[in-house]
């Protein structure tokens, strides 16, 4: 299938519409630096614009993360927010206030500034968190990719929904387990922590979390959105070299063989037990570095946010930019998160009164999401900028020109 | 050849308690809950109505997830695909219930003739209801996808599931909302060794075991039931013998429609509270009953059913109703680990 489009390039190019040049990708990632690195002065500093931006940052993160996962191992996981979860509650323990009597209710304190330090409770740098945060993920990436080793298809779907279900009830009811009762471990816990200590806050949110702070520059505050920009942006440029890198290493080539035959894959020597656990590793790492930013960014690590909701929101990214495709899931990113947090609250709010409707348009977002990923599956199911193996894929089901053709007409 | 031999001889214990476990642990794991408790209970109370009460109680849940998970098992024995929307189709049952018995004017004060009247056009309402709206379902999301790789319609199921649960709100505000308690569901009508049984639980298996039979003597009997089952064997088979197979995907997700229809109403009766989200959480519990008794396998998902209902209550009184969902979920994950063919269950290409 591949070969055709290699050999005769001309036609599929005037099959499929509009098909990037071989150099687009390359020109694409310098001009987009500099358009990011120039756009928050081209607004105030404060403005929700630049806040939209921040999210959408932060978003992109974790679409890039699922993106590997699904679009590039081909293991579709409707669990992701687990893994925001545990960044944003990596944050939460490790730079809040949450654990008030830890070290005789001194507090732990390493690389914050002068007035964070005074507080009790862990507080440990930005840059600590980051990396507990993606040694945590990576590990539960990994965990809840066992089970699914010997699954394909929808069931790990399921098993992964299920794992992100199972999180988000443990941060729910996280408020009524207490360390000091969990046997073995409670003892010493009890000694560290306090009798009273719980393991999550629940839907009271562990509020409020450590703002990042870098010495040399002011503290951040949500009045100047200018810093929490820029740190979003490193981690996005982090995030894409990552991708980019990997996508073209052999660990890259393997999920892409794993994805289209994994029997093929398999027979071929791809190690398919290491090779899936790496693409959850490795996703789930992304989500946790995002979950750790945004618990830092929102201030508060609430039990609320990690609903199964947001695991569509970020597949819904992903499928929209075009699945496997790195500057399609940036795209999808964006899009959904102006379409989230600017289209619907801000310009279309009014539109249900004024064909006299009586709802609120927030809150049929998600149904707008829904019916956006069926629209996107019928239409278009390779995405906006689709990557070319997977357009294919997508298009036509088996054999190569023929169907194509057939679907063409049809 | 003593390096041979030896790990071979090593490996015949580990190889007899891995197929003990193949066969037997599932069971094993599923009786823990139950019987754990039965142990603590004759030890510290000395007797068992308590347990015998969840059993109940689990039992009447359990055939409402039976009804949902049918719906699961038919679709994905037909066409291979996991209806994501279809804990929706059951919320949506449940609100189809709520509004017509409203319409038509039943209360708590309507005599039992007209409640009995009432409630059997309520049934056949919501039946057809949900039985429809799955068909449409079909036709817009799954049919045009039938070819496309698996990912494709597993995403627009989500998507469908999405955008009936915002219909779901709409209609019912996203607040559970309570309704009248028609039939008193409480109210004890026996008791055997202490343990009652109330209304609603006659309700959940007055209408389950008939509809179960039903279903089942239409598959087993009628043409058009052998044309399903001759489907979901091999599809291009049966288009060669002449089956319309467009029609009998169509006839399956009518019924499993229909079915879950009917566990809405009876959802609604027995809990008298209803929300758009409660179709969530169904759709999931019944998808893990499907998968317990071995997906594709109707008689499996009313047993996966009962045993799930009855964990969820054994969990909801003795442990903590917030942490149901959890253990479910649990369950559900040890299954797929251990036996992701089922309890009746044959191997299947995803599950192998």
């Known amino acids: 299938m591949s070969s055709t489009a290699a050999t005769s390039p001309a036609r599929s190019r005037s099959r499929r519409g509009f098909q990037s040049p071989p150099w687009a990708e390359k020109a694409a990632a310098p001009i987009l630096l500099v358009l990011a690195i120039l756009l928050p002065f081209l607004f105030d500093p404060g403005s929700a614009f630049i806040a939209d931006c921040v999210l959408a940052l932060a978003y992109t993160v974790m679409a890039l993360g699922l993106n590997i996962i699904v679009g590039f191992a081909g293991l579709l996981d409707l669990g992701y927010v687990a893994f925001f979860a545990i960044g944003a509650y990596t944050l939460g323990w490790l730079g809040s206030g949450f ?85 073995i471990v409670g003892g010493p816990f009890e000694n560290a922590f306090g009798k009273d200590q719980t393991f999550t806050a629940g839907v009271q949110g562990i509020t409020p979390t450590d703002k990042i702070s870098i010495p040399g520059l002011d503290p951040f505050t949500q009045l100047n959105q200018r810093p929490w920009y820029y740190v979003a942006l490193v981690l996005v440029g982090i995030v894409l070299f990552v991708n980019f890198r990997v996508r073209d290493s052999r660990l890259g080539r393997a999920w892409i063989a794993l994805r289209e035959d994994e029997v093929a894959a398999v027979a071929m020597g791809v190690p398919s037990v290491k090779t899936k656990l790496l693409a959850y590793g490795t996703g789930a790492a992304f989500g946790g570095i995002s979950g750790a930013f945004l618990g830092s960014y929102n201030s508060t690590v609430n039990a609320d946010q990690f609903q199964f909701y947001f695991s569509i929101l970020i597949l819904g990214m992903v499928i929209l930019g075009g699945l496997g495709s790195i500057w399609g899931t940036v795209l999808g990113a964006w899009t959904l998160t102006f379409i989230n947090f600017w289209l619907l609250p801000d310009v279309l709010n009014s539109l249900p009164s004024k064909i006299g409707l009586n709802f609120d348009m927030t809150q049929i977002t998600f149904g707008i999401y829904g019916f956006l990923l069926v629209i996107m599956m019928i239409l278009r199911p390779q995405g906006l900028l689709p990557e070319r193996r997977r357009a294919m894929e997508m298009t036509d089901s088996e054999g190569g020109e023929d169907s194509q053709i057939l679907t063409a007409r049809a | ?185 409480q109210h004890e009508v026996f008791n055997i060794f202490g343990v009652t049984i109330s209304n609603g639980d006659l309700l959940a298996l007055g209408v389950t075991v008939p509809l179960l039979f039903g279903m089942t003597a239409f598959i087993a009997r009628s043409r058009l039931g052998k044309a399903m089952r001759a489907t979901a064997q091999d599809p291009d088979a049966a288009r060669l013998m002449g089956i319309n197979v467009d029609t009998t995907i169509s006839l399956t997700f009518l019924i499993g429609g229909m079915l879950a229809g009917a566990a809405g109403l009876i959802y609604a009766l027995y809990q008298t509270t209803i929300w758009y989200f409660q179709g969530f959480t169904a759709g999931l519990v019944a998808f893990t009953a499907a998968v317990m008794g071995g997906i594709g396998n109707v008689r499996g998902a009313v047993l996966g059913g009962i045993i799930i209902g009855t964990i969820q209550q054994i969990s909801d009184n003795r442990i903590k109703p917030e942490w149901t969902p959890a253990i479910v979920f649990l369950y559900l994950i040890l299954i797929m680990v251990f036996k992701p063919s089922g309890l009746l269950g044959e191997q299947t290409r995803e599950a192998g």
């Not at chain 1, 009790?120 to 066992?146: R, S």
């Not at chain 2, 995403?155 to 469908?160: L, M, N, S």
């Not at chain 2, 999405?162 to 028609?182: A, E, M, R, T, Y």
């Open chain 2, 1 to 185: 050849m003593e390096a041979a031999t030896v790990p071979a001889t090593a490996a015949v214990p580990r190889q007899r308690l891995r197929e003990f476990l193949g066969k037997y642990g599932l069971i094993i794991l599923l009786l823990a809950l139950p019987v754990g408790f039965a142990i603590h209970d004759l030890v510290v109370t000395g007797s068992l109505v308590r347990l015998g009460e969840n059993l109940v109680a689990g039992l009447s849940n359990g055939a409402i997830w039976a009804l949902v998970a049918i719906g699961y098992t038919l679709v994905y024995g037909i066409v291979e695909l996991i209806n994501f929307a279809h804990g929706e189709v059951f919320m949506i049952g449940s609100f189809t219930a709520a509004s017509f018995f409203a319409t038509i004017g039943l209360t708590t004060a309507t005599g039992t003739t007209g409640l009995f009247f009432g409630l059997a056009l309520t049934l056949i309402v919501c039946m057809f209801a949900s039985g429809l709206l799955n068909v449409m379902i079909e036709r817009v999301a799954y049919r045009p996808l039938r070819n496309a790789p698996k990912l494709a319609p597993l995403i627009t199921a989500v998507g469908f599931s999405f955008i009936l649960q915002n219909v779901g709100l709409l209609w019912k505000s996203g607040s559970p909302q309570g309704i009248p308690d028609l039939i008193n569901s």
């Open chain 1, 99 to 183: 654990f008030a009597f830890v070290n005789h209710s001194k507090g732990i304190h390493v690389g914050v500034n002068a007035f964070t330090s005074a507080l009790p409770g862990i507080h440990l740098n930005f840059v600590l968190v980051l990396v507990a945060a993606v040694l945590f993920t990576t590990i539960a990436g990994m965990l809840i990719g066992l089970p699914t080793l010997r699954l394909r298809g929808d069931y790990i779907a399921i098993v992964t929904l299920a794992f992100g279900e199972i999180i988000g009830r443990i941060a729910r009811n996280g408020d009524d387990i207490k360390l000091a009762k969990i046997p």
